[in-house]
């Protein structure tokens, strides 16, 4: 399916707590899935992928679950700072199509 | 890194003139280059995908005609916003894809803003 414009849900936390960030996606096809991250006024970022083969995979502070049965993926990101303020986008790709289509954003306001 | 160029950042245009908005990889040759158009607090749309020496396919509802997109080089990528109105202004993002390095080698422009009055 094609990704729609929606309003951005919110999210605020604490400094130091853990966050949690949820997306539903749309296509059973896809090979990967991906978070970026975009501060206002920019483009966004790469935070971390994974493969629409694993259920799980972390990074640095941040770790990405995938559930393909219902279609959701998440971003954890540890020990919040104030500098991960921002918009996150969940987003997917067909290599096939070579085509990268963004999900719902969440914005993140960490709180001191 | 990987790094995308696009200028210019802002742009005020009156309307019924059009504006060229440039994405440049400036390290790497970009297979296919993406042009998005992002409104206040709402995700990315993806309007077309360009190939270098190609035409932009262009997605449902995008006008090709008012859209233009070229793609002459695998470093440039120019979108033209023709006959531009208020209800274009919008923020546009490119993107630049370096093939063979998965996710990873998906680059974004940092926008930019182009306001119609």
């Known amino acids: 399916g094609e990704s729609v414009g929606l309003h951005l849900p919110t999210l605020s936390v604490q400094e130091g707590d853990n966050s949690i960030i949820n997306c539903a996606y749309s296509n059973s096809a896809s090979d990967y899935f991906i978070w970026y991250k975009q501060e206002s006024g920019k483009g966004p970022q790469f935070i971390i992928d994974?493969?629409?083969?694993?259920d799980k995979r972390q990074g640095q502070r941040v770790t990405v679950l995938l559930n393909k049965t219902v279609k959701h993926l998440s971003l954890q990101i540890a020990a919040t700072q104030p500098g991960d303020s921002a918009v996150y986008f969940c987003?997917?790709?067909?290599?096939?199509?070579?085509?990268?289509?963004f999900g719902s954003g969440t914005q993140l306001t960490v709180l001191p | 890194g990987a790094v995308v160029s696009q200028h210019p950042s802002r742009v005020i245009c009156k309307s019924g003139t059009s504006v060229k908005i440039e994405c440049r990889s400036l390290d790497f040759q970009a297979t296919t280059m993406f042009w998005y158009r992002q409104f206040p607090k709402q995700s990315l749309m993806l309007m077309a995908t360009s190939n270098e020496g190609s035409k932009a396919t262009y997605e449902q509802g995008v006008e090709k005609d008012k859209f233009l997109i070229n793609h002459a080089s695998l470093t440039l990528s120019t979108l033209t916003v023709t006959s531009a109105h208020p209800e274009d202004s919008s923020f546009y993002i490119c993107?630049?894809?370096?093939?063979?390095?998965?996710?990873?080698?998906?680059?974004f422009g940092s926008g930019t803003r182009l306001t119609v009055v």
């Open positions: 987003a997917e790709i067909v290599f096939s199509a070579r085509q990268l289509t």
């Open positions: 994974i493969r629409s083969n694993m």
């Open positions: 993107s630049a894809r370096e093939g063979g390095r998965g996710p990873v080698g998906y680059t």
